[in-house]
């Protein structure tokens, strides 16, 4: 194991190990007694005790290295352990680990300036930091309903935005359903553009890419008709689809949304929680159609999760709205110097090693392997992939596309190839009927082959469910 400079061990003497002493045996039967889990039914939580990380790789107590597909929580983007993410947080807690959101520090004059020079064309020149991805979009919408006095929000179908309220009014996905309806108001939904099962297109399947667009685009300027353009604060959307997916827009469709926006004074708000920070192999996915987003909502890769943060960057003017009017709402920990510590180390290694430029040359490197795979295995419907962002769809029958696993449901063969890699040793992440690839972004050619033959492997239990 590579030594972590200032971990326990080198705590002077009394200190040593202080309040952190637990046998590995008692970490998961005292979890399981006091820890209450998030998206679980609390008695089929069975956790990895996870002891350590480095690079793409983690160990759980009992030393099984598990190579991580998942980025941890599609977050870990410059891989785990790295010195000197940690360093500059060991150095800030020892410098000055918090301030009053009213006050200003280094490090927040700095993070400030990091995260708007990485926006596209550097437009974004005024962020508001929280703690996270979901809080990120509730103040997003805030901020767009202030701007324009309008308070109705768009959003997709097959989108996640985050668990709180607002947030997860926004959300489209099922994970909405059960808090219904006690959650924020205003929120309308539209289509995504979902090629592999566009309802639109089911006889016209080979539709070209621009026209495909511009149906998904007249749909939604049907919706902004239909709901009064001059209610419609914001559309909100992933800039590619994270869980739901892995929706890459067809070419056109940015652009389109675009133009709807500015011709009813809409605001663009891309959720870039996922897709951000090198995972599509630019800074943030809207690059990749040269679209400049009123704002940005980001988390995760912003600090590769070496510490919790989220982040709202957006356009002077929107900022400017509250100039003479106060933005009514704040977090105690807004701006947390440890957490902006993280993330000006993160994007200085993301600089340095040029993780996002590695990122963009793993993404043909990957998509070759999805491919492989899927012509190599009858229960692989459709591969998608962008950069180091990657999806396979399990099917059933590739001419009826019936998934492997009901919507918003589980089956015994997903269950079972998790499982599968699991015990082999990769980590990844199931989504009902489809997988998704979204390693550490430093991953090599080499440990994509490692974690792909694991798969090759797994998908012969799917395999056997062909019709
Ligand atoms: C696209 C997107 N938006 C928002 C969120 C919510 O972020 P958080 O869990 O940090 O609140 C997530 C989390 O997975 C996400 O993927």
Redesign the pocket.
């Known amino acids: 194991m590579e030594k972590v400079l200032g971990g326990l061990e080198d705590l002077p003497g009394p200190n040593r190990g202080f309040m952190f002493d637990l046998p590995n045996e008692e970490i998961l039967p005292l979890s399981k007694e006091h820890v209450f889990y998030t998206w679980s039914a609390q008695a089929s939580v069975n956790p990895i005790a996870v002891k350590r990380a480095k690079g793409v790789y983690f160990w759980d107590v009992d030393d099984k290295r598990y190579l991580d597909f998942n980025s941890m929580?599609?977050c870990v983007n410059i891989g785990h352990g790295d010195e000197r993410v940690i360093r500059a947080m060991q150095a800030q807690t020892a410098e000055l680990p918090y301030a009053a959101p009213g006050m200003t520090t280094k490090i927040r004059a700095l993070a400030s300036k990091a995260v708007a020079d990485v926006t596209p064309r550097q437009a974004l020149t005024k962020v508001l930091f929280t703690?996270?991805?979901?809080?990120?979009?509730e103040n997003a919408i805030k901020l767009a309903r202030g701007y324009t006095g309008r308070h109705k929000i768009l959003t997709r179908y097959r989108?996640?935005?985050?668990?709180?309220a607002g947030?997860m009014a926004a959300t489209g996905d099922p994970r909405r359903l059960v808090w219904e309806p006690n959650l924020m108001t205003g929120v309308v939904h539209f289509l995504d553009p979902y090629r592999y099962r566009s309802t639109f297109h089911r006889t016209t399947p080979g539709i070209p890419e621009e026209e495909f667009a511009r149906d998904y685009i007249n749909h939604l300027e049907e919706v902004i008709q239909y709901e009064g353009p001059e209610t419609i604060a914001a559309i909100l959307m992933?800039s590619v689809t994270?869980?739901n997916g892995i929706i890459i827009p067809p070419q056109g469709y940015m652009q389109g949304v675009r133009g709807l926006c500015d011709k009813y004074g809409i605001v663009m708000v891309a959720?870039?929680?996922?897709?951000g920070f090198g995972r599509t192999g630019k800074w943030f996915a809207v690059e990749h159609w040269d679209v400049v987003p009123d704002m940005i909502?980001m988390?995760?890769g912003l600090t590769s999760a070496y510490a919790?943060l989220?982040a709202v960057a957006m356009k002077p003017e929107i900022a400017a709205a509250f100039n003479e009017t106060p933005f009514e709402s704040g977090l105690t920990y807004t701006s947390h110097p440890i957490s902006l510590a993280a993330a000006v180390a993160n994007i200085n290694v993301m600089r340095e090693d040029k993780i996002v430029e590695h990122a963009a040359g793993m993404g043909p490197v990957l998509k070759r392997m999805l491919t492989d795979l899927g012509e190599a295995h009858p229960s692989v419907g459709e591969v998608r992939s962008i950069g180091l962002f990657g999806i396979l769809e399990l099917v059933k029958d590739r001419d009826t596309k019936e998934p492997m696993a009901p919507w918003n449901g589980s089956s015994r063969e997903m269950t079972a190839l998790k499982k599968y890699c699991l015990d082999h040793g990769l980590f990844l992440y199931t989504h009902w009927h489809t997988v998704l690839i979204i390693p550490p972004l430093i991953i090599t050619e080499e440990q994509l082959k490692e974690g792909f033959g694991v798969l090759d492997k797994a998908l012969d239990i799917t395999d056997k469910a062909i019709i």
């Open positions: 929580t599609m703690l996270g991805g979901a809080d990120a979009n989108s996640y935005h985050g668990a709180t947030a992933e994270g869980t959720d870039e929680v996922m897709s909502t988390a995760k919790p989220g």
